[in-house]
């Protein structure tokens, strides 16, 4: 199983700043890589697919980038609603793993 | 734009079972993998298996594969999550989720409301 492994846990920023988030895999998985943005009560949201393609509707703030085992999420200026838990998920392999998640807080 | 309506929350009791439904619509059903996630109170998301109900083959993660069945109904374009043994780690929500891409390893774009099960005794 490909253990997925994101930093930091939590990340405290201020509205406007830039937020960068990583996601770590123990094998490589390519480009196979997403991110999701989960607000309280809600359902998780695609943001990144293919490791650096916004999902339809995303904000062009929102960037991911890395290939192999190294990636990255790059919030360029946050705003009050990207305040939330983000995961990454590998599919090259089965089971489809997720990260454990960083929350971005104020 | 697909659509996935869940059944509603269940309790349970531990040693029991609970079968979660699915209901797409829009999209094409049948050559979409349609993914179980679930996610524990105030923890992360767990990937639990997936479908194509067009080949009706299951994939599922090593952690749950003695006890989870899912599958595809697509004449009612339905999904299911059956999870069998019940344990009080078992409570969680339950979400279904597929992509906009055919075949199985695509990114999820497409989330159920989530299905909260309760095991108490």
């Known amino acids: 199983e490909i253990v997925m492994t994101q930093s930091p846990v939590t990340l405290s920023v201020s509205p406007g700043e830039r937020a960068t988030l990583s996601c770590r895999a123990s094998q490589s998985v390519s480009s196979n890589l997403a991110w999701y943005q989960q607000k309280p009560g809600q359902a998780p949201r695609l943001l990144i697919y293919?490791?650096?393609t916004r999902a339809t509707g995303v904000p062009a703030r929102f960037s991911g980038s890395g290939f192999g085992t190294d990636f990255t999420l790059t919030i360029s200026s946050l705003q009050s609603e990207d305040f939330a838990v983000y995961y990454c998920q590998q599919f090259n392999n089965w089971p489809r793993t997720f990260g454990q998640g960083t929350k971005v807080e104020v | 734009q697909v659509q996935l309506v869940q059944s509603g929350a269940e309790v349970k009791k531990p040693g029991s079972s609970v079968k979660v439904s699915c209901e797409a619509s829009?999209?094409?059903?049948?050559?979409?993998?349609i993914n179980w996630v679930r996610q524990a109170p105030g923890q992360g998301l767990e990937w639990m298996g997936e479908?194509?109900?067009?080949?009706?083959?299951?994939n599922y993660a090593q952690d749950f594969k003695a006890r989870v069945t899912i599958s595809a109904d697509e004449v009612t374009r339905t999904a299911y999550m059956e999870l069998s043994s019940l344990r009080f780690d078992d409570t969680a929500v339950y979400y279904c989720?597929?992509?906009?891409?055919?075949?199985?390893?695509?990114?999820?774009?497409?989330w159920g409301q989530g299905a909260l099960v309760t095991v108490s005794s």
């Open positions: 479908i194509i109900p067009m080949f009706g083959i299951s």
């Open positions: 989720a597929t992509g906009r891409l055919q075949g199985a390893g695509t990114p999820l774009d497409y």
């Open positions: 293919a490791a650096s």
């Open positions: 829009g999209g094409t059903f049948r050559t979409h993998a």
